[in-house]
């Protein structure tokens, strides 16, 4: 059980790491190379379907990971955190909006310029989620769906995060070409980002490991 000093900084560390996050997601969209993959099948069915926003669809996806951590984690699932994870899911909203606010006065000319943007939203969102997992204390429901099948599979979390990120980018595309007949809000950028978010967390949490021992020498 954590004691009260450790949950204020749990939390502390995963609402930073929710806005570095959002903060990757605005570098992401203003790159205009395709919206990240958890938000890609929101997006694509909100292009499809007028009866939700796409903020409406992506909470309803929220919902969907949230209903499977329950199923995969069964009595092991911490209801505290998922009733958290819920309302989170709207504040990550919010977040994403100011971030994207933050950074509207910047200039994205030419497709060089894109593919910076891209990779550095990548580089930023990977870092936030990072920073959520070390919190310890909650995740949005897409990444802690990731976690909780990491737990029960026994397989390394970056390497589900890439395969469900492929799975959305997969979906995305079949919705967008079966009912818009071309691909929109999935483009190259998506591709890239499934695999390299997970990829630089790896890379993250080598760089911690390595400084943590370095520490623990002296």
């Known amino acids: ?6 949950l204020i900084r749990g939390y502390a560390l995963f609402l930073i790491g929710l806005f570095i996050a959002s903060m990757g997601v605005a570098f992401s ?13 929101p997006y694509s069915v909100s292009l499809v379907s007028r009866l939700l926003t796409f903020g409406g669809w992506l909470n309803l996806l929220s919902v969907i990971q949230i ?31 100011l971030s994207i606010w933050l950074i509207r006065g910047i200039t994205v000319s030419g497709y060089p310029m894109q593919f910076v943007f891209m990779l ?37 979390y970056e390497n589900i995060k890439i395969l469900f990120d492929i799975l959305y980018i997969a979906l995305s595309a079949v919705i967008c070409l ?13 591709i890239i980002a499934a695999f390299a978010v ?9 760089l911690f490991d390595k400084l943590t021992e370095r520490k623990g020498e002296h």
Do not use: H
């Not at 059980?1 to 450790?6: F, H, S």
């Not at 969209?29 to 099948?41: I, N, Q, R, Y």
């Not at 079966?178 to 998506?190: I, N, P, Y």
């Open 1 to 6: 059980m954590q004691n009260k000093k450790d």
């Open 67 to 97: 209903i499977t951590q329950v199923a995969v984690l069964k009595c092991k699932c911490n209801y505290v955190e998922i009733a958290v994870q819920t309302v989170l899911a709207f504040v990550y909203g919010y977040l994403t909006n």
């Open 178 to 190: 079966v009912f818009l007949g071309k691909l929109q809000g999935v483009r190259e950028g998506s």
């Open 198 to 206: 997970g990829s630089i967390i790896k890379v993250y949490n080598k």
């Open 120 to 156: 550095l939203g990548c580089v930023i969102l990977a870092l936030g989620i990072w920073v959520q997992l070390k919190g310890g204390v909650a995740m949005l429901p897409g990444e802690a769906m990731n976690r909780a099948i990491s737990k029960v599979t026994g397989r390394r």
């Open 29 to 41: 969209t203003k790159a205009g190379l395709g919206t990240s993959p958890v938000a890609s099948v």
